[in-house]
Each structure stands twice: as structure tokens, then as C-alpha cells.
């Protein structure tokens, strides 16, 4: 494994993870790591939709607690998005399977850890919860920690009953039609120092305006969706975490500093139970979307919870 400095710069490091082709040509994911020497844990981080790893500060918690930390850019975003491919885009969740397998060996078997946390946000939470489902048995993962998943579309259950036979059937016959986006670009305002925010990030790599939104996807997304519903059995303790209050605004209001602008928090809550037998929902009061990003008082309450979880269900690691 040759691994070079990462985007971020030391002491970051990044490693390409060439992974089989698809219908549009070569693909790799990539592996972003800061190690801790001697650490015998290490947390993997994977990303929501439209985004990239960037949360320096998540990574500190991290090590300074004796953690290595990971982060996997998915295939088709980030860092791992290359030019002829279409942003985000896979047939089936089940395709990201093979990026987080290969990380998890580097992170096991190469670089020796004997304990790991995975930690999804968004859509990297739905992805991370059912990989863990289709992985157990396999003692792989010790703990699950979920940062607002995407277990539902924002949507009411009505508008969401009605609408997924149409997008599955577009989904199959076509599967990279582009559909309207309804990206809120509010969000990503407050969020990036820029416009309203107070962090720094990459505006090519996360837009506000996001990307194309593709038929195929988003038949993949409700497909995983379906599987919630009906119930997973991951066999690791679960911390789902979400905001109290959510937000559905086309223009800029003060409230998008303190709820979820993007999913319905009280929906992710009632889902979390699905997940398996041993799963904690926290609620975060005025938490935004990505809760590491929220304000000063919303951050704390994250990180206070997250150490409390880690000290009861992971007290192994």
C-alpha cells in the first residue's frame, strides 16, 4: 500500500482502492487515515451524499482519546471522483461493499487494529447500517455509530408510498435518467465560512447546488429503505444520533443554524429501532444535519454522548 499525503496535508494520509470497473470505465475508492501509534482501535468514517471527508475536528476527538482515524471517500465522490463518471451514481448500495471491505482488511489485517468503530453519516449511515447487517456473524464491527442516517425520504409517508413504484421502474429501465434535485443550497450556506457558516471545505467537492440526481440511485436508495422498514439485524451495539427539530425551507431563515435542513429527524429516530437488538437513539438539540458541524453547545453534547456510548458498549476497545 502506497500511501501519500492527503488533500488535507499531514498528517493525513490517502491511498487509492481500485475497485472492479463498471459500464462507464475504471473505479477506486479512497482511504484516508491518521494513525496513532501502538493504537490497538480505530474508527472508519464514511460520508453522506454530496460530500466528502473533511471534519479535522472529528478526527481529533478521535486520537486524542487513542483512536486511529479512517475515512473512506466511496466511489464516484470526493476524492474518488474521476472525470468520465457520473457523481454518486451505483445500481445497488450492495456495490459499496466492496470499498468497505477492503478498508476494513487494510484497517484489521494490514495495519493491526483489533477494534473498530464505524461511523456513518447520511447516506454513508444507511449504507454503513446495511453493509453491517450483510456482515454479521463476521465480528468485523464492534459499534456502529450513525449521524443522522438516511433511513427515510423526507417525505410524507403518502407522497413516499406513492412514488417509489414509479422510480423503481425508472430505476430499471433508466437508470441514469436525471431527475430534479431538491438540493437546499441554504444548507451547505450555513454551514461553509463563505456565506453564513463558520468551516472550510471544499465547494467543488461538496456544492451547494449538489449533483445530478440519477433514476438509478435513488431506486437503490428506496430499495435500502424498504430494508429498514422491514428490519435489520446488525449484531453490534448501535448510536443513532439526530437533531431534535428539522427544517424544509426554500429560502434562507436563522433556524437552518440549528435544525436538520436536509431529513426528517423525528423519522430517523422512529426508524433507528430497526437496526438490531441493541441500539441507542440520542436526540442532539440544536443539531444540524452533520451534528459535528452543528454550533458550539450542539457539538459538545455530541462528542459528551458519543464518549458516554463508548464507554459503556465498547468498553473492550
Not at 189 to 211: I, V, Y
Not at 250 to 275: E, F, M, N, Q, T
Given at each position: 500500500m502506497e500511501f501519500r499525503t492527503d488533500i488535507l496535508g499531514e498528517p493525513y494520509e490517502a491511498v487509492d482502492l481500485p475497485l472492479r470497473p463498471d459500464e462507464e470505465g475504471a473505479v477506486s475508492a479512497t482511504l484516508v487515515r491518521r494513525l496513532v501509534p501502538g493504537a490497538e482501535r480505530a474508527v472508519l468514517y464514511v460520508h453522506g451524499y454530496v460530500d466528502y471527508f473533511f471534519q479535522t475536528h472529528l478526527a481529533d476527538h478521535f486520537t486524542a482519546a487513542g483512536w486511529s482515524f479512517y475515512a473512506l471517500d466511496l466511489r464516484k465522490y470526493g476524492?474518488?471522483?474521476?472525470?468520465?463518471?457520473?457523481?454518486?451514481?451505483?445500481?445497488?448500495?450492495?456495490?459499496?461493499?466492496?470499498?468497505?471491505?477492503?478498508?476494513?482488511?487494510?484497517?484489521?489485517?494490514?495495519?493491526?487494529?483489533?477494534?473498530?468503530?464505524?461511523?456513518?453519516?447520511?447516506?454513508?449511515?444507511?449504507?454503513?447500517?446495511?453493509?453491517?447487517?450483510?456482515?454479521t456473524g463476521r465480528g468485523l464491527v464492534d459499534g456502529l455509530f450513525l449521524n443522522s442516517p438516511f433511513l427515510s425520504m423526507p417525505a410524507a409517508p403518502a407522497v413516499r408510498t406513492l412514488g417509489a413504484p414509479a422510480v423503481g421502474a425508472l430505476g430499471r429501465l433508466a437508470a441514469t435518467r436525471k431527475l430534479p434535485a431538491p438540493?437546499?443550497?441554504?444548507?451547505?450556506?450555513?454551514?461553509?465560512?463563505?456565506?453564513?457558516?463558520?468551516?472550510?471545505?471544499?465547494?467543488?467537492?461538496?456544492?451547494?447546488?449538489?449533483?445530478?440526481l440519477y433514476a438509478g440511485w435513488l431506486a437503490a436508495i428506496q430499495r435500502g429503505h424498504r430494508q429498514v422498514r422491514q428490519g435489520l439485524t446488525v449484531d453490534c451495539p448501535i448510536l443513532l444520533m439526530a437533531s431534535t427539530a428539522s427544517i424544509s425551507t426554500?429560502?434562507?431563515?436563522?433556524?437552518?443554524?440549528?435544525?436538520?435542513?436536509?431529513?426528517?429527524?423525528?423519522?430517523?429516530?422512529?426508524?433507528?429501532?430497526?437496526?438490531g437488538g441493541n441500539v441507542t437513539v440520542i436526540r442532539i438539540e440544536g443539531g444540524v444535519h452533520d451534528l459535528v458541524l452543528s454550533g458550539d453547545q450542539a457539538r459538545t453534547q455530541v462528542f459528551t454522548e458519543l464518549d458516554r456510548w463508548l464507554t459503556a458498549y465498547l468498553p473492550g476497545a
Open positions: 476524492r474518488s471522483l474521476k472525470a468520465h463518471q457520473s457523481p454518486n451514481f451505483v445500481r445497488d448500495l450492495s456495490e459499496y461493499d466492496e470499498e468497505l471491505d477492503e478498508a476494513v482488511r487494510i484497517i484489521r489485517e494490514l495495519d493491526g487494529h483489533r477494534h473498530l468503530l464505524v461511523n456513518g453519516h447520511s447516506t454513508g449511515g444507511l449504507v454503513t447500517a446495511l453493509w453491517a447487517d450483510r456482515r438540493i437546499n443550497p441554504h444548507y451547505v450556506h450555513s454551514l461553509h465560512r463563505d456565506h453564513r457558516g463558520s468551516w472550510d471545505f471544499d465547494l467543488q467537492l461538496k456544492p451547494a447546488e449538489g449533483f445530478p426554500s429560502k434562507w431563515h436563522p433556524a437552518l443554524h440549528k435544525s436538520d435542513a436536509v431529513l426528517r429527524a423525528d423519522d430517523i429516530a422512529a426508524l433507528g429501532p430497526r437496526l
